[in-house]
Nanobody, 124 residues
Framework: QVQLVESGGGLVQAGGSLRLSCAASGRTFSSYAMGWFRQAPGKEREFVGAIRWRSDSTYYADSVKGRFTISRDNAKNTGYLQMNSLKPEDTAVYYC?????????????????WGQGTQVTVSS
């Protein structure tokens, strides 16, 4: 069993930055991948990006590429989503998730464990 606890959401003006954290506990996380998703009101949950813990390989949705960066701290078993140049359309509840998987990571149904979600609001 893996537990994920998110932090770092909030309100920011367009063009600003926020960093989300996702602390993992319960199992050795080295064989997992951590994904980040978001869900805006009335919309489906969408893939933001992911990181493979062992290789540090990262993947991003086109909508955030060049603005968002995913990283991880092995010692703290924590993943991060650094969000820069935020836009009002980035407003959503953001979730981290975990899965042990080789292969694609861009579909929410692949993930076994989820954080509680954190609200990010970008004002224009």
């Amino acid at each position: 069993q893996v537990q994920l606890v998110e932090s770092g959401g909030g309100l920011v003006q367009a063009g600003g930055s926020l960093r989300l954290s996702c602390a993992a506990s319960g199992r050795t996380f080295s064989s997992y991948a951590m994904g980040w998703f978001r869900q805006a009101p009335g919309k489906e949950r969408e893939f933001v990006g992911a990181i493979r813990w062992r290789s540090d390989s990262t993947y991003y949705a086109d909508s955030v590429k060049g603005r968002f960066t995913i990283s991880r701290d092995n010692a703290k078993n924590t993943g991060y989503l650094q969000m820069n140049s935020l836009k009002p359309e980035d407003t959503a509840v953001y979730y981290c998730a975990a899965v042990r998987r080789i292969g694609s990571l861009d579909y929410s149904g692949l993930y076994d464990y989820w954080g509680q979600g954190t609200q990010v609001t970008v004002s224009s």
